[in-house]
């Protein structure tokens, strides 16, 4: 299964300044995606991450506060913008595992703490 | 929103037999039933999936009902390293995009007691 790194583990950040979180995977890779999860909460799909097109975003979730790249098959990244202490939250990068059932791997997550 | 009921939390005591339940009472014939977990401080890992036949690997069974309306995973000795919240899904409609999604509820919170 696919290995998958994210950068940066965990970050404190000032209200108003944005921060982008990297994903990379050893493999190449059709689908990946990015979910969100609060504190105490359960995971929420952010977007889809597509290959050399926009990105596909869930409804509640909008480009403008959440812009991903993804420059190849095999890394992309998720920008944060504007935080506010809302956006204290866990963010996880995921990718397919072949192309039949929807199983999914998950990076370990970056932690975002805004103050 | 999520297509499965799970009980919020469950113990069990080291070495015995851990059996996480769950309904899916209006799953649907080509939906899959898959089940994941997340320890704490990790990003969710999967465990295993099953459309009727039950099905069994290295870290889990996986129990579906004849009616497919329930299923129950399996962990056949468990370990405190099992102490995990363990989410039981059912594709639950497409992404934006147009792939499957899965989407994940609140799970059942596992305690494994030594």
């Known amino acids: 299964s696919a290995v998958i790194s994210q950068k940066p583990s965990r970050d404190i950040c000032q209200r108003g300044t944005s921060l982008t979180i990297q994903c990379q995977v050893d493999?190449?890779?059709?689908?990946m995606f990015w979910y969100r999860q609060q504190p105490g909460q359960s995971l929420t799909l952010i977007a889809t991450?597509?290959?050399?097109?926009?990105?596909?975003?869930e409804s509640g979730f909008v480009i403008d506060k959440f812009p991903i790249s993804r420059p190849n098959l095999t890394f992309s990244t998720l920008t944060v913008s504007n935080m506010s202490p809302e956006d204290s939250s866990i963010y996880l990068c995921s990718v397919k595992r072949g192309s039949g059932a929807n199983v999914l791997t998950f990076g370990a997550g970056s932690r975002l703490t805004v103050l | 929103d999520a297509k499965t009921t799970q009980p919020p939390s469950m113990d069990c005591a080291e070495g015995r037999a851990a059996n996480l339940p769950c309904n899916h009472s209006t799953i649907s014939g080509n939906e899959y039933v898959y089940w994941y977990r997340q320890i704490h401080s990790q990003g969710p890992q999967y465990i295993i999936h099953?459309?009727?036949n039950n099905e069994t690997n290295e870290m889990a069974s996986l129990i579906i009902t004849e009616d497919r309306k329930s299923s129950t995973l399996i962990l056949p000795h468990a370990t405190l390293r099992d102490t995990a919240v363990y989410y039981c899904i059912v594709r639950s409609g497409k992404t934006q995009g147009g792939s499957e999604k899965l989407v994940f509820g609140k799970g059942t919170k596992l305690t494994v007691n030594p």
């Open positions: 991450a597509n290959q050399g097109s926009e990105a596909t975003y």
């Open positions: 099953g459309l009727k």
């Open positions: 493999s190449q890779v059709t689908m």
